[in-house]
C-alpha cells in the first residue's frame, strides 16, 4: 500500500519560517499532482498549495506571495516553504497525493497523510 508521512511541523513565531516535507512510500507506478490542505479548529478543510507532475504551481489566496511548494520527483517529496507565517496559519496541515499505482490501470487513487501540526505564536 502507499503511505504519505509528513514532517516538519512544530511550534514558531509570527513572522518566522517552517518547511514541510511529505514522503510517499510504498508500491506504486506514479505519483501524478501533490498538494497540501490545512485545517484548523472549527473550519473547514482547504486547499493550501498543489503542483502538477509537471512543476506547476498553485496556491489558496491566503498563502500567494508567502509559501512556495516544490516537488523532488527522485524522491518521492513534495515540500510546502512557509514563510511569515501569522497565527492564522495555525493548523493541521495534510499532505495529498493523486498517485496512479498500477502500469496497467490508469486509475488514480487520493492519498492522505496523518497531518503534522503548525502552531504559529504571536
Known amino acids: 500500500q502507499v503511505q504519505l508521512v509528513e514532517s516538519g511541523g512544530g511550534l514558531v513565531q509570527a513572522g518566522g519560517s517552517l518547511r514541510l516535507s511529505c514522503a510517499a512510500s510504498?508500491?506504486?507506478?506514479?505519483?501524478?499532482?501533490m498538494g497540501w490542505y490545512r485545517q484548523a479548529p472549527g473550519k473547514e478543510r482547504e486547499l493550501v498549495a498543489g503542483?502538477?507532475?509537471?512543476?506547476?504551481?498553485q496556491y489558496g489566496d491566503s498563502v500567494k506571495g508567502r509559501f512556495t511548494i516544490s516537488r523532488d520527483n527522485a524522491k518521492s517529496t513534495v515540500y510546502l516553504q512557509m514563510n511569515s507565517l501569522n497565527s492564522e496559519d495555525t493548523a493541521v496541515y495534510y499532505c495529498?497525493?493523486?498517485?496512479?499505482?498500477?502500469?496497467?490501470?490508469?486509475?488514480?487513487?487520493?492519498?492522505w497523510g496523518q497531518g503534522t501540526q503548525v502552531t504559529v505564536s504571536s
Open positions: 503542483i502538477t507532475s509537471g512543476g506547476s504551481p
Open positions: 510504498g508500491s506504486f507506478y506514479r505519483i501524478n499532482s
Open positions: 495529498n497525493a493523486d498517485i496512479r499505482r498500477y502500469s496497467w490501470a490508469t486509475t488514480r487513487n487520493d492519498y
